[in-house]
């Protein structure tokens, strides 16, 4: 005891306990036992790391990269509006080239990085069909033999019209008569507000569809129409709702973002940020 009244643990046990000299003991175990265990312990995490490969090895047998294994079409896709705003509020003076600038390099931008060209054709894609390649998933290929990668469907800048760029470099921002391009084939307006709408081109191919994912269809181009408002009354808030429409499409009324997207547009007001 000491004088705290507490018991103290000789320095001899712990000290025995690494090693006793008697037994010829490490740490409580004989060399033998420490054999045993060691060769234990191998032979389990040898047999984890076997069972843990062969589970990866026959999981993978039952994928067939890029593509997944079970695949479904979206029944409402999703679409992009452009040029993007804040609070989906698209304002702008036509006079003045800098209130509209970021609107016109973002369209640009957009159209580049699509790679839209005038000179590209593909054999395998037909107006109204779907461009459906899916026997380059089901044939077998031979030793060796790489897997043939789905041609992309051309979209010719042109289809999109005046909103191209390529004849209005300001996309109509500069004559009170904008363009905005979404992935849509219907949409809805105010029409006592918008004189006159035009789209660009006229319906959304199927034959743009299906994607078959960024690995294996990296040359794949996205469609988009373009949405052209002509007489816009000057000054005004104009609320404008685009959705989607087609066979096996659905959307839901109680979900305003699926399949549909709202914006409204203001030109040469006086204060653009207001909401009249």
């Known amino acids: ?80 509006v452009l040029p993007k705003a804040e ?12 209130s509209y600038e970021s609107h016109v390099n973002e369209l640009r931008t957009f159209l580049q990085g699509n790679k839209y060209s005038n000179n590209t054709e593909n054999e ?4 109204g069909v779907y461009r459906d390649q899916q026997p380059l998933d089901q044939k077998p290929m031979a030793t060796g033999e790489s897997k043939p990668v789905p041609r992309a469907c051309p979209f010719p800048a042109d289809l999109l019209g005046p909103c191209s760029g390529i004849h209005d470099p300001t996309f109509g921002y500069g004559s009170s008569n904008p363009c905005i391009l979404i992935k849509m084939n219907k949409g809805e307006e105010d029409s006592a507000l918008i004189h006159n709408i035009e789209y660009y081109p006229k319906i959304f191919d199927p ?14 181009i996205r469609p988009s129409v373009a949405v052209h408002l002509w ?46």
Request: proline share 4%.
């Open 231 to 276: 007489n816009v009354t000057q000054g005004r808030k104009v609320a404008i709702k685009c959705h989607v429409t087609g066979e096996g499409i659905n959307t839901k009324e109680r979900d305003r973002f699926l399949g549909r997207v709202s914006f409204s547009l203001q030109i040469n007001a006086q204060n653009p940020n207001s909401a009249s």
């Open 1 to 80: 005891m000491n004088k705290n009244g507490t018991e103290q643990i000789p320095q001899t046990n712990w000290k025995k306990f690494l090693w006793n000299s008697d037994t010829k003991e490490f740490l409580g175990r004989s060399g033998k036992s420490w054999v045993l265990i060691t060769i234990f312990y191998i032979i389990f995490f040898a047999f984890l790391g076997c069972f843990f490969f062969v589970t990866i090895r026959v999981l993978l047998t039952t994928l067939k990269s890029p593509l997944p294994r079970y695949q479904d079409r979206v029944g409402s896709p999703g679409f992009v």
């Open 124 to 127: 395998t894609c037909v107006t």
């Open 207 to 220: 034959m743009y569809f299906p994607f078959y994912g960024k690995v294996l269809d990296e040359g794949y």
């Open 87 to 98: 609070s989906f509020h698209i304002a702008f003076v036509s006079d003045d080239a800098t």
